[in-house]
């Protein structure tokens, strides 16, 4: 029997596990923990051990059981779960992931901030098999080309007339799943509402739709940014609610938003370890 805490931001779930280093999770049982029927239920499972004082080697894993090199609403959500649980002072925390340290505050609103690490833009770093995205189909509705970048995970990013009328649950899968990906791809819906508002629906690799995720507020925030299509910074509104996102030409990301822990309890792992 090993605790666990279930957690969400923004309605996108998590159950967090701190765990020895020699603890592997095989995909079946990523799967079977993901479960809401059969198991605990979450959208990503989290895995964490403190490296050294404040700092933690964190690892994340979609409901299909593949692993994934980084999360933003997941990492608010073990912030928020360390910061209250541990009655942690105003100091900064370090999560040491596969796509890179995040630096994790807690803001005086209570909300979670994260520091996430600067934007990569070459093909080869997303990656993509090839350079260029005139493979990818045009969607009705489109009104930019496609962007892909890479924000501690793969993105690619259009924007639309009226992203509610596109049909995420058709194209979504498509996109992530395009020859063009060798890792696969999360894929962003955005639409522009104001000057420092984005409006976006995300199709998350290896999770399907999704009411929120933190990684693709921020790389649809820095492309908007970019492009010069808003100013920062920027309130993404997905339907779980809303990040602040910040970012400057050559700066790392900030992510602002709420995380809540719902519950704890302990979990059987039996002979699956």
């Given at each position: 029997m090993i605790q666990f805490y279930k957690a969400h931001g923004l309605g996108n779930d998590f159950?967090?596990?701190?765990?020895?280093e020699n603890l592997l999770l095989s995909p079946t049982l990523i799967q079977k923990i993901a479960d809401r029927r059969h198991g605990i239920g979450c959208d990503q499972v989290i895995v964490y051990r403190e490296l050294f004082h404040h700092n933690y080697h964190v690892r994340f894993y979609n409901s299909d059981g593949g692993e994934i090199a980084a999360?933003?609403?997941?990492?608010?959500?073990?912030?928020?779960?360390?910061?209250?649980?541990?009655?942690?002072?105003?100091?900064?925390?370090?999560?040491?992931t596969k796509?890179?340290?995040?630096?994790?505050?807690?803001?005086?609103?209570?909300?979670?901030q994260i520091e996430l690490p600067m934007?990569?833009?070459?093909?080869?770093?997303?990656?993509?098999?090839?350079?260029?995205?005139?493979?990818?189909?045009?969607?009705?509705?489109?009104?930019?080309?496609?962007?892909?970048?890479?924000?501690?995970?793969?993105?690619l990013v259009a924007f639309f007339e009226n992203v509610s009328l596109i049909d995420v649950i058709k194209i979504g899968p498509m996109l992530e799943h395009h020859s063009?990906?060798?890792?696969?791809?999360?894929?962003?819906?955005a639409e522009v509402?104001?000057?420092?508002?984005?409006?976006?629906?995300?199709?998350?690799?290896?999770?399907?739709?999704?009411?929120?995720?933190?990684?693709?507020?921020?790389?649809?925030?820095?492309?908007?940014?970019?492009?010069?299509l808003v100013e920062g910074p920027v309130t993404v509104t997905q339907?779980?609610?809303d990040l602040i996102i910040e970012w400057k030409e050559n700066q790392p990301i900030l992510m602002t938003g709420p995380a809540t822990i719902t519950f704890r309890g302990e979990f059987d792992f039996g002979g699956d370890i």
């Open positions: 159950v967090i596990f701190e765990a020895p999360c933003g609403n997941g990492s608010r959500a073990l912030g928020r779960l360390l910061f209250d649980r541990d009655g942690k002072p105003d100091q900064t925390l370090s999560f040491h796509g890179g340290i995040l630096k994790v505050f807690k803001q005086a609103s209570q909300q979670i934007p990569k833009f070459h093909w080869t770093e997303i990656p993509q098999h090839h350079e260029g995205l005139h493979a990818l189909p045009i969607i009705e509705g489109q009104i930019s080309p496609y962007y892909t970048l890479n924000v501690g995970n793969p993105h063009l990906f060798p890792q696969l791809i999360n894929v962003s819906f509402r104001g000057q420092q508002h984005l409006k976006l629906i995300v199709w998350e690799r290896g999770s399907g739709l999704t009411g929120a995720c933190g990684t693709a507020a921020c790389a649809t925030a820095v492309l908007a940014i970019r492009e010069g339907p779980g609610g």
